[in-house]
């Protein structure tokens, strides 16, 4: 199902003036670029590549970093790019089909029923960056349910040398949920799926993490309310259901053939009502599930616990995510020197 298909009667974007790249709603220094894709069931998709190059235009380097954002979410972490670029690598992030810059009004926001579908973009994006941009050395950086495709998508193109190492920042390996409700209630979930895909599942995602991060509630960021909402999106049976198969593989064990660095938080807690902890811990998923789970993903795995971090890692507090930012740059200078 990982294998890419041909894109029958679809053409590449070509854009003003024969060049697929846009200005991006990041500003200066980015660029986005749409990638056509099969459509679906819901008519017309697409993914949308951005980028920036390391030194403020193209050549300068021959490595670079893609990013993968997780659920609900989309590329907003210039930090992260920042970062990036002044350690010498061009950065691109890419908002996968119905999130973000990719999120059109026909679509059912972030639904997917395999995550195998994502193989498309992910493999157009390292084609762009190897062959279109001439990069020689490829580091995918995923977070939260990017930090489960990524590393799924890599175990299924092991062999292929597409990537040279995956930086995973608290990635989604398994439900925060006890025992009786991974097992009985997703099932149930499954066999729904089967039938109304896009059936609400009764949601217990963190309302107090969004009030966390936007400037507008509780928090220091800001970004775009319309593709990434404090109070979420619905979670729908036929992307649960997919995101389950895609633990079941993990717990099988992937062989995915780069070093891996997961990061996670030491701390995680469901906060049902605004408490100033939740600043300091995952508040979404199972720090400790995602430990344990990291080891399954190859056989070169170093995971790195960050005391004090959120969800995201490199959206916590000032110094914590000064700490997450060294612990990046240790491993790449280990492994991708």
Same mark, same amino acid.
């Given at each position: 199902?990982?294998?890419?298909?041909?894109?029958?009667?679809?053409?590449?974007?070509?854009?003003?003036?024969?060049? $697929?790249?846009? $200005?991006?709603?990041?500003?200066?220094?980015? %660029?986005?670029?749409?990638?056509?894709?099969?459509?679906?069931?819901?008519?017309?998709?697409?993914?949308?590549?951005?980028? #920036?190059?390391?030194?403020?235009?193209?050549?300068?380097?021959?490595?670079?970093?893609?990013?993968?954002?997780?659920?609900?979410?989309?590329?907003?972490?210039?930090?992260?790019?920042?970062?990036?670029?002044?350690?010498?690598?061009?950065?691109?992030?890419?908002? !996968?089909?119905?999130?973000?810059?990719?999120?059109?009004?026909?679509?059912? *926001? @972030?639904?997917?029923?395999?995550?195998?579908?994502?193989?498309?973009?992910?493999?157009?994006?390292?084609?762009?960056?190897?062959?279109?941009?001439?990069?020689?050395?490829?580091?995918?950086?995923?977070?939260?349910?990017?930090?489960?495709? /990524?590393?799924?998508?890599?175990?299924?193109?092991?062999?292929?040398?597409?990537? %040279?190492?995956?930086?995973?920042?608290?990635?989604?390996?398994? /439900? @925060?949920?006890?025992?009786?409700? #991974?097992?009985?209630? +997703?099932?149930?979930?499954?066999?729904?799926?089967?039938? +109304?895909?896009?059936?609400?599942? *009764?949601?217990?995602? @963190?309302?107090?993490?969004?009030?966390?991060?936007? &400037?507008?509630?509780?928090?220091?960021?800001?970004?775009?309310? &319309?593709?990434? $909402?404090?109070?979420?999106? *619905?979670?729908?049976?036929?992307? /649960?259901?997919?995101?389950?198969?895609?633990?079941?593989?993990?717990?099988?064990?992937?062989?995915?053939?780069?070093?891996?660095?997961?990061?996670?938080?030491?701390?995680?807690?469901?906060?049902?009502?605004?408490?100033?902890?939740?600043? %300091? !811990?995952?508040?979404?998923?199972?720090?400790?599930?995602?430990?344990?789970?990291?080891? &399954?993903?190859?056989?070169?795995?170093?995971?790195?616990?960050?005391?004090?971090?959120?969800?995201?890692?490199?959206?916590?507090?000032? *110094?914590?995510?000064? %700490?997450?930012?060294?612990?990046?740059?240790?491993?790449?200078?280990?492994?991708?020197?």
């Amino acid at each position: 199902m990982w294998e890419a298909e041909e894109v029958d009667g679809v053409a590449r974007d070509a854009g003003d003036g024969g060049s $697929p790249w846009r $200005p991006d709603v990041l500003g200066e220094g980015y %660029q986005a670029r749409t990638l056509p894709l099969r459509p679906d069931e819901e008519g017309e998709v697409v993914a949308t590549l951005v980028r #920036r190059w390391a030194g403020g235009r193209p050549g300068t380097t021959r490595r670079a970093v893609l990013y993968l954002h997780g659920f609900v979410d989309y590329f907003f972490q210039t930090g992260l790019a920042d970062f990036h670029a002044e350690r010498g690598w061009d950065f691109y992030a890419l908002d !996968l089909r119905k999130y973000g810059r990719s999120l059109r009004p026909h679509h059912t *926001p @972030n639904y997917v029923r395999s995550l195998a579908a994502y193989a498309e973009e992910l493999d157009e994006a390292v084609r762009i960056i190897r062959e279109e941009d001439g990069h020689d050395v490829v580091l995918a950086n995923a977070h939260s349910t990017g930090g489960l495709i /990524l590393p799924l998508w890599a175990h299924h193109r092991a062999g292929r040398g597409l990537v %040279q190492g995956l930086i995973l920042n608290s990635p989604f390996l398994e /439900l @925060n949920a006890d025992l009786v409700t #991974r097992r009985v209630a +997703s099932r149930g979930v499954e066999l729904i799926a089967r039938r +109304s895909p896009l059936w609400r599942v *009764p949601s217990t995602l @963190n309302v107090h993490y969004g009030h966390s991060l936007h &400037r507008s509630h509780r928090g220091e960021w800001e970004y775009d309310l &319309r593709w990434k $909402p404090v109070e979420a999106f *619905p979670v729908v049976a036929g992307w /649960l259901a997919a995101v389950r198969r895609g633990h079941r593989e993990v717990a099988r064990g992937l062989a995915v053939d780069v070093p891996i660095l997961s990061m996670s938080s030491t701390a995680s807690g469901r906060v049902k009502v605004w408490d100033e902890s939740i600043r %300091q !811990l995952d508040a979404v998923l199972d720090a400790e599930a995602i430990a344990r789970l990291a080891v &399954r993903l190859g056989r070169h795995v170093t995971v790195v616990r960050i005391e004090g971090g959120i969800h995201d890692l490199v959206l916590s507090a000032e *110094p914590v995510r000064r %700490q997450v930012y060294a612990e990046m740059a240790r491993w790449i200078d280990a492994y991708l020197a």
